[in-house]
């Protein structure tokens, strides 16, 4: 049993990934402390985001001189777009700067909640496989939705445990189980972990891996929360693997009661 | 030769002017961005023979931090 557990990697569109961890690399003091973090965090893919360069200070620091992309798998994102077609345009630019077709999806509505806009998200799903991008999607609890997006060719479904940003766990986890035992492709939850317990109680419920931005980002000590999560993942995935006891009504001693003086 | 560069007018550049002669003389890390020409995507390979126009819209990214 424990060589299967050391085993026990995230594949995605066949690609695979040691940790079921992926972080964000927004919100950092900056990228040396975002660097320091992603080690602690044992993880293997981050999310980034596809922005204009500053024409007017072209020796800016750059992501890429702190987070190699040969080591480390990026995940473009297509945060700020809000239709499908701004999506589509935005992950073309990305696999041209990168070269890989492995993108994460988010259509967002309103600023306020930042919930995915459902039916411009299966859009723009649909648009970006057909030209052969990998998706991994982020969308509502919803296993309706959820299973859509599946049967659609989605790469993984990555379903918002709370609204993005904030850290109020994972608010329905019946929803979460729903479209855990409905699905064949890796469920991740995206958005909402708040502290290393809210990213364990995910991986108990059967996900396949979490990502997180905020939580690690804006801790006082962003490099002992990134690591606090490495275990927190790793804890939930051996609980849901090693199965839990049944909930009893009531007490059951751990000692023996035969054999009292 | 005037161009429309992430949303800012440069003009005063030498014509002609290829999409590599851009990029030199914005000093941008070629391997680094990808370029966007009149919202048609220009691949890397393509960078030196695409010669650029008058009034022509591009678009200049990089992968920054993000969530």
């Known amino acids: 049993m424990t060589q299967k557990t050391e085993q026990d990697s995230l594949i995605v569109a066949g690609r695979e990934f040691k940790s079921r961890l992926i972080i964000g690399t927004g919100k950092y003091k ?17 999310t980034v985001a596809v922005r204009r360069v500053n024409i007017s200070n072209p020796k800016e620091p750059m992501l890429v001189d702190f987070i190699d992309p040969k080591s480390v798998t990026y995940l473009p994102n297509t945060a700020g777009c809000f239709t499908g077609e701004d999506a589509v345009r935005t992950l073309r630019l990305a696999r041209e700067a990168g070269g890989w077709d492995l993108v994460k999806l988010e259509v967002l509505s309103d600023p ?3 919930y995915p806009d ?4 299966l859009r723009a799903a649909k648009m970006l ?28 479904i990555m379903p918002l445990g709370a609204p993005i940003g904030s850290g109020l766990g994972i608010q329905n986890p019946v929803n979460i189980r729903l479209i855990i035992e409905q699905s064949s492709v890796p469920i991740i939850v995206d958005a909402g ?23 690690i980002a804006e801790a006082k000590d962003p490099i002992r929360m990134a690591r606090a999560m490495k275990h927190a993942v790793i804890s939930g995935r051996e609980a849901y693997l090693a199965g839990r006891m049944p909930r009893k009504k009531y007490a059951d001693p751990s000692s023996p009661l035969a054999g009292l003086i | 030769m005037k161009l429309f560069v992430n949303g800012d007018v440069i003009d005063d550049l ?29 691949s890397k390979s393509t960078f030196d023979k695409t ?16 969530g």
């Open chain 1, 30 to 46: 900056d990228y040396a402390e975002n660097a320091r973090a992603l080690e602690a965090s044992g993880a293997d893919m981050v």
């Open chain 1, 112 to 114: 306020k909640h930042l």
């Open chain 1, 118 to 121: 459902m039916e411009e998200t």
């Open chain 1, 129 to 156: 496989i057909s030209e052969g991008f990998e998706v991994m999607v982020y969308c509502s609890d919803d296993p309706v939705f959820a299973r859509k997006l599946e049967d659609m060719g989605c790469a993984a």
């Open chain 1, 193 to 215: 972990v708040g502290t290393a317990s809210d990213a364990t109680i995910a991986m108990e419920l059967g996900c396949d891996g979490v990502l997180m931005n905020t939580a």
């Open chain 2, 14 to 42: 030498p014509d002609p002017l290829s999409v590599s002669g851009l990029i030199e003389a914005l000093d941008l890390p070629s391997a680094k961005i990808a370029v966007e020409l009149n919202l048609e995507i220009v």
């Open chain 2, 51 to 66: 010669m650029l126009k008058d009034d022509d819209k591009l678009e200049i990214i990089h992968f920054i931090g993000g």
